[in-house]
């Protein structure tokens, strides 16, 4: 009977990670219908950087009662949380190259997906701006870039990219937790994804402005036409999302707590 038990439990723990393993975020299933769901990516990355980069305009531009950075982080975080709750189970709801690139390092999601998924991000975030820009008027571009993320006066370059690589390496570490593996409960998964988010943007925005996502940073850049430290922005969230995925994929997705 003991032995019986054993297996039983080591049975479980199989089908509970080999469960992990092939389900996408959310419980989407990676692979399928990759167009629409790229269509997916394109909707929500354009309506996560529009709210947090608009909010920013209604403190930098329109000077609104109660528009601050505490405005800007709200705005972020409940965003990708409404996201995910909508658009998770239909494409995963990245919304974030370094998010995408992450999963794929760690064999959580097709590498045939990438580009379709990396080039909607950027492409949501672009009409994003525009849109921004388009509601603001000239100002928003001329005067406040749009929101555009730069390194802080005296914050170096490689500075802001360990602050982005670490502040994305906690995002994408929570976001692996939440919506990949069947241990933990799903109905929490956006709310901890949108905490997540918003904690990172507090830490990282007197240094880096807090991007945590290559897709928000390129977009407002690009419409700006300013493009001083963009790389940091790619580079350092992306080394920290692919390294927070490998972590939880090879090492955390296997670990039980001791009994």
Same mark, same amino acid.
């Given at each position: 009977?003991?032995?019986?038990?054993?297996?039983? &439990?080591?049975?479980?723990?199989?089908?509970?990670?080999?469960?992990?393993? /092939?389900?996408?975020?959310?419980? /989407?299933?990676?692979?399928?219908?990759?167009?629409?769901?790229?269509?997916?990516? *394109?909707?929500?990355?354009?309506?996560?950087?529009?709210?947090?980069?608009?909010?920013?305009?209604?403190? *930098? $531009?329109?000077?609104?009662?109660?528009?601050?950075?505490?405005?800007?982080?709200?705005?972020?975080?409940?965003?990708?949380?409404?996201?995910?709750?909508?658009?998770?189970?239909?494409?995963?709801?990245?919304?974030?190259?370094?998010?995408?690139?992450?999963?794929? /390092?760690?064999?959580?999601?097709?590498?045939?997906?990438?580009?379709?998924?990396?080039?909607?991000? *950027?492409?949501?975030?672009?009409?994003?701006?525009?849109?921004?820009?388009?509601?603001?008027?000239?100002?928003?571009?001329?005067?406040?870039?749009?929101?555009?993320?730069?390194?802080?006066?005296?914050?170096?370059?490689?500075?802001?990219?360990?602050?982005?690589?670490?502040?994305?390496?906690?995002?994408?570490?929570?976001?692996?937790?939440?919506?990949?593996?069947? &241990?933990?409960?799903?109905?929490?998964?956006?709310?901890?994804?949108?905490?997540?988010?918003?904690?990172?943007?507090?830490?990282?925005?007197?240094?880096?402005?807090?991007?945590?996502?290559?897709?928000?940073?390129?977009?407002?850049?690009? $419409?700006?036409?300013?493009?001083? /430290?963009?790389?940091?922005?790619?580079?350092?969230?992306?080394?920290?999302?692919?390294?927070?995925?490998?972590?939880?994929?090879?090492?955390?997705?296997?670990?039980?707590?001791?009994?």
């Amino acid at each position: 009977m003991a032995g019986e038990a054993v297996g039983s &439990r080591h049975a479980d723990r199989l089908a509970v990670h080999g469960a992990t393993s /092939s389900r996408g975020l959310y419980g /989407s299933t990676p692979g399928r219908h990759v167009a629409r769901a790229g269509a997916a990516e *394109l909707v929500g990355t354009f309506v996560l950087v529009l709210a947090g980069t608009a909010t920013a305009m209604g403190w *930098l $531009v329109g000077q609104a009662p109660g528009y601050d950075l505490l405005a800007v982080v709200l705005a972020f975080g409940l965003a990708l949380t409404a996201l995910a709750a909508g658009l998770g189970h239909v494409s995963g709801c990245h919304l974030n190259p370094a998010v995408t690139l992450g999963l794929a /390092s760690a064999g959580r999601f097709p590498w045939k997906a990438v580009p379709v998924y990396l080039g909607a991000q *950027l492409v949501g975030a672009v009409l994003a701006s525009l849109a921004v820009w388009a509601m603001y008027g000239p100002a928003a571009r001329e005067d406040a870039g749009l929101a555009v993320t730069l390194p802080a006066e005296g914050v170096s370059d490689v500075r802001a990219l360990l602050v982005e690589a670490l502040i994305t390496f906690v995002l994408v570490l929570v976001v692996m937790s939440v919506a990949t593996d069947d &241990r933990a409960p799903a109905a929490i998964a956006p709310v901890a994804a949108g905490a997540a988010l918003a904690v990172c943007i507090f830490v990282a925005a007197p240094i880096t402005g807090g991007a945590v996502n290559p897709a928000r940073a390129f977009g407002p850049a690009v $419409v700006a036409g300013n493009l001083t /430290s963009l790389w940091v922005y790619f580079a350092g969230p992306i080394l920290g999302g692919v390294l927070a995925a490998l972590l939880y994929g090879k090492v955390f997705a296997r670990t039980e707590a001791p009994s």
